[in-house]
């Protein structure tokens, strides 16, 4: 069993940054892979951002890409999501996810990951 804990969410001002953290449990989390999604009101959860059991390797949405970073510290079992230039449209609940095998992963699709944490809030204000 994994489990995964969100925090770091807020209100922003357009342009402004945040960082979210999500830690997990588990004595192996560096064979893990991990995503980011994301659900605002009325619409589905989407992906948002994913980094491999192979640290250089990672993945975006293109609505985020150059301006989110996903990152993951093994030694503190933790995987982030920095998020800049933040956009009234980037506000939902973020959800942290982790895949904990190895087999026909798809970073993007919400169905590739076997773990969820219960998100955060990110609100940014226009």
């Known amino acids: 069993q994994v489990q995964l804990v969100e925090s770091g969410g807020g209100l922003v001002q357009a342009g402004g940054s945040l960082r979210l953290s999500c830690a997990a449990s588990g004595r192996t989390f560096s064979s893990y892979a991990m995503g980011w999604f994301r659900q605002a009101p009325g619409k589905e959860r989407e992906f948002v951002a994913a980094?491999?059991?192979?640290?250089?390797?990672?993945y975006y949405a293109d609505s985020v890409k150059g301006r989110f970073t996903i990152s993951r510290d093994n030694a503190k079992n933790t995987v982030y999501l920095q998020m800049n230039s933040l956009k009234p449209e980037d506000t939902a609940v973020y959800y942290c996810?982790?895949?904990?095998?190895?087999?026909?992963?798809?970073?993007?699709?919400?169905?590739?990951?076997?773990?969820w944490g219960q998100g955060t809030q990110v609100t940014v204000s226009s």
């Open positions: 996810a982790a895949r904990t095998y190895r087999s026909n992963w798809y970073p993007q699709s919400i169905h590739g990951y076997d773990y």
């Open positions: 980094i491999s059991w192979s640290i250089s390797t990672t």
